[in-house]
């Protein structure tokens, strides 16, 4: 018992020791700081080391999982961020709430290079509080090996053949989109009928789910575990790389469009820097190099002929025309957001 | 005989702690349970009962049914998987005491996300066990073993074994040996010794091991995502739903009171069993 | 017969540790896997490894957790502990009022309580960071101790505190030679328990954090959208292993000290 104490004893002194140091040496006053909160793995670490080095600033990049964490966290306000990504439905949101600054145009003069596409948005039409940082589509990924026919519609996920294999995302806002648009109503509904219609159609394909997984839906494609299922466009093009069985394809029906993208929450001490930060990412050569390392589909239009041939031929990166042209954006339902999730429960419920 | 005073003021810093960092947070929980949401998921100032209402719903109550299910099966396997092993660590000397029980925690010391991963890498249809039991011949099809009740079930025990395991271990090791030395010098068998003396004498333990088990995975919402697939919500997904997706917070609010309130109600029925059961046992 | 019970009980604690520590065996294996998305094995390699020394969001977010981990167990462990002591000395009434009141906080979804402190955390303005992660992990991990060592109390006889004080020792006295040297294993386990559960607490942890106070289960967390990195695994495994390691030095040296230690492995 004594040697188990004074193990503990010596544990517990060299820890805070440790800690000492480490809070030593991380306060350097001089320097200023931008603190990013963002999504894990969504800057290429040697892009923020660069943006350091040449203004000789210090980023802390934070991480979280889902939009409403960070909605919970900046709602408290004192979260002390200063950049922040929330995806396309959250922006609008927060713009509602008055959670977000208005961004200073003049800082940024490489908003330009934004492709006309993501220039106005409908979450936020104007690029007021906002710009598209990552993009995709969420189509249907798929394992040629065991699913011989090419999919062309939303409803081969119904296909019997596929039983206990088929992967969906674990996201009631996804789900219900799918299946309102395989239906023929938008994907944002608020209309009570259609949505009663949506559900029980995808009750219909329940007992073929194996799973419903939005953070290891990749792992479980390449492992062949799933065959067929819901997945976004830049998880596909990752998938694709691991295990070159699996195709994607982006359904005749159309399909939900998504975004990431660079914001700053009201009350942001470093807001220039910040800003300074944005119009960094969106230098051509920066974001060529960010892009590639991070895999996700640019929306910068300058940038298109410095990336590699490779990054260019994927089409889970560089995808159709016509395919966005087909996708709908998801935007926020207000109060019908209740029966939404009183629909995900219900087919939760097991019953 | 002698003042207790001093030692009764030692319970001030911790009741003072729970008073500032959890009463006060828990009222504001119960508060919110009666306000409303806004139209773009804010909490609204209003006086409503209706989230109360809408836990009437038949689905809801088949969910908590569901949750108590779950929840009692993994209490009675954490049970039979914790006492043999907590038995069994009482009775090794002093020291290899400390470094059993160091090596049942540390596992956990490692990120339960990480953990998880690991048993579906084991499980899935590609995973280990099947790999092996095909390539023996045993079996030709991949066995289902992940994304059903069963792999939610083992998940929920091996996450929360320490918990029973630490308690009976505590109560196993100040027990009085002599009383058992006395059972069998009476001619009893190991098997009634154990069942009239042992037990009774770990009883602390064991309530305290079922009540941390219980009342931990009647909350659980990890396990049945990652292990279940997210096919089947227990009660702790719904209420995380309410906050991560349909941003409800006064009806999460409602959903986490009721379950409280349940869970205190079936910890008060299992003191009051076991205490019906003290009773027979010292008339008998 | 008396040893074929002792086999089948050794051999079932075996078995319980196997399955234990079966899935850490997997996560060993994969943190040499050559991929960065861990799904299928693609090979030998050390890279993770060597990456991981240089990721300093990894380390800074270990120090983070491990400072934090024992900061809040040890307060956690010396509060929960008096407490259990004093509530000892209470009348029946009361004492049964705080043993049911003690496991609210664990009863309580953690998503709630999380939300709580954030809401009033930023009410008093206090700054998010360091301190609001150790005042929740203390305010989460108390009521486990207080649980364990109430059970430990609850079970222990009256007889030699009352000698001890017949034989004119004080109230304290008793305390410091009598009463905490009874209940040590259970305030070990205490302990144990409670930085256990700060080591792995990912929801609570995430509403309190502020700017660079990441833990790793936060780190972590916000690694799986893109796929956890075989880094954390090499760093499990390190963890792992150094606590082994230490355990083993430690119990070596015992050995070494008490000639007549008796076997048991």
């Known amino acids: 018992m004594k040697r188990f104490k004074s193990m503990m004893i010596g544990a517990l002194t060299a820890v805070l020791a440790v800690t000492a140091v480490g809070c030593s040496s991380s306060s350097e006053p001089e320097q200023q700081v931008l603190n990013i909160y963002s999504w894990a793995d969504n800057f290429d670490l040697d892009v923020i080391k660069d943006f350091e080095q040449k203004y000789n600033v210090k980023v802390n990049y934070d991480v979280y999982g889902s939009n409403e964490e960070m909605l919970a966290k900046i709602q408290a306000g004192a979260s002390g961020y200063d950049l ?199 230098e051509p050569e920066v974001s060529v190099k960010n892009y590639e390392s991070i895999g996700y589909s640019n929306p910068n239009e300058q940038a298109y002929p410095l990336h590699s041939e490779e990054y260019r031929a994927n089409k889970m990166i560089f995808l159709d025309k016509a395919d966005i042209a087909r996708a709908e954006w998801l935007v926020d339902v207000g109060d019908t957001l209740q029966e939404y999730d009183r629909y995900w429960t219900e087919m939760k419920s097991g019953r | 005989m002698l003042n207790k005073k001093p030692v009764k003021l030692l319970a001030a810093p911790a009741l003072l702690w729970m008073g500032v960092l959890f009463v006060l947070p828990m009222l504001m929980i119960a508060l919110m349970s009666f306000l409303k949401r806004g139209t773009y998921g804010q909490v609204v100032y209003e006086f409503t009962l209706n989230n109360y209402v809408r836990i009437w719903d038949p689905l809801y109550g088949q969910i908590f049914a569901d949750t108590l299910v779950v929840a009692i099966l993994t209490t009675v396997l954490s049970i039979v998987c914790g006492y043999p092993l907590a038995y069994y660590i009482s009775r090794l000397e002093k020291s290899s005491q400390q470094i059993w029980l160091l090596l049942v925690m540390i596992p956990f010391w490692i990120n339960f996300l990480v953990r998880s991963y690991a048993w579906v890498i084991i499980l899935r249809s590609q995973g280990v066990v099947n790999t092996i039991l095909q390539s023996l011949g045993i079996i030709t099809e991949p066995l289902p073993l992940l994304y059903n009740s069963g792999s939610v079930l083992l998940g929920m025990v091996y996450t929360l074994l320490p918990f029973m395991v630490l308690p009976i271990y505590v109560s196993l090791e100040q027990m009085d040996r002599r009383k058992l030395e006395a059972a069998y010098d009476l001619g009893a068998t190991p098997w009634r010794a154990f069942w009239h003396v042992t037990l009774p004498m770990t009883k602390t333990g064991v309530v305290t091991g079922s009540i941390l088990v219980f009342v931990s995975s009647i909350g659980m919402f990890v396990v049945p995502d990652v292990m279940g697939g997210a096919k089947s919500a227990l009660i702790g997904n719904v209420i995380q739903n309410q906050f991560l997706s349909a941003r409800d917070w006064p009806f999460g609010s409602a959903l986490s009171i009721v379950l409280m309130l349940l869970s205190m109600l079936l910890i008060l029925l299992y003191f009051r069993a076991v205490k019906a059961g003290e009773a027979k046992e010292g008339a008998a | 017969m008396k040893t074929w019970r002792r086999h089948t009980l050794s051999g079932y604690s075996w078995l319980m540790l196997v399955f234990l520590y079966l899935p850490i065996a997997i996560l060993v294996l994969y943190s040499f896997n050559d991929s960065r998305i861990n799904a299928t094995w693609n090979g030998f390699t050390w890279k993770w490894y060597v990456s991981l020394f240089d990721n300093r969001q990894v380390m800074q977010a270990l120090m983070n957790s491990l400072s934090i981990g024992v900061i809040s167990s040890v307060l956690a462990t010396v509060l929960g502990t ?78 030699l505190e009352e000698a001890a004080q017949d034989l004119g020792a004080t109230p304290w006295g008793t305390l410091r030679h009598v009463t905490l040297p009874l209940i040590m294993p259970g305030i070990v386990a205490g302990f144990l328990m409670s930085f256990t559960l700060s080591l792995d607490d990912f929801i609570i942890s995430f509403f309190v954090a502020g700017p660079n106070s990441t833990t790793l289960p936060l780190y972590i967390y916000g690694l799986v959208k893109r796929g956890v990195s075989p880094e954390v695994n090499a760093l499990s495994t390190l963890l792992i292993a150094s606590t082994v390691l230490l355990v083993i030095i430690a119990e070596l040296f015992r050995r070494k000290d008490s000639k007549n230690g008796q076997i048991h492995f």
């Open chain 3, 82 to 159: 008096a407490a259990s002591l004093a509530i000892k000395h209470y009348s029946l009434r009361w004492r049964n009022v705080v043993n049911g009141l003690i496991y609210l906080p664990i009863v309580i979804p953690e998503i709630m309580m999380g939300l709580a402190l954030l809401v009033l955390f930023s009410q008093v303005h206090m700054e998010l960071g360091k301190w609001t992660l150790i005042m929740a992990h203390v305010t989460f991990s108390m009521p486990y101790v207080m649980v364990i060592v109430s059970a430990r109390l609850a079970d222990m006889g009256k007889e």
């Open chain 1, 84 to 282: 922040i990504q929330p995806s396309d439905y959250m922006v609008a949101t927060m713009i509602q709430l008055g959670l977000l600054e208005e961004l200073n145009k003049e800082n940024i003069p490489n908003m330009k290079n934004i492709v006309s596409t993501f220039k106005t948005p409908p979450f936020d039409k104007e690029n007021k509080y906002s710009l598209v940082y990552t993009w995709g589509i969420t189509g249907i990924a798929y394992n040629k090996k065991y699913v011989k026919e090419t999919p062309t519609s939303w409803n081969d996920l119904w296909n019997e053949a596929y039983k206990g294999r088929v992967i969906m995302l674990n996201d009631p806002r996804e789900v219900m989109g799918m299946a309102l648009i395989k239906n023929g109503f938008s994907n944002s509904t608020t209309n009570k009928d259609e949505l009663a219609k949506s559900f029980a159609d995808l009750k219909k394909v329940l007992p073929s789910v194996m799973a419903f997984d939005t953070d290891n839906i990749k792992q479980k494609m390449i492992a062949e575990e799933a065959w067929i299922g819901t997945v976004w466009s830049g998880d596909a093009a990752i998938i694709n790389g691991q295990n070159p069985d699996v195709e994607y394809v982006i359904p005749k029906e159309g399909a939900t469009i998504w975004a990431d993208t660079l914001a700053i929450p009201k009350g942001a001490k470093h807001k220039d820097l910040a800003e300074k930060f944005i119009n960094y990412l969106m």
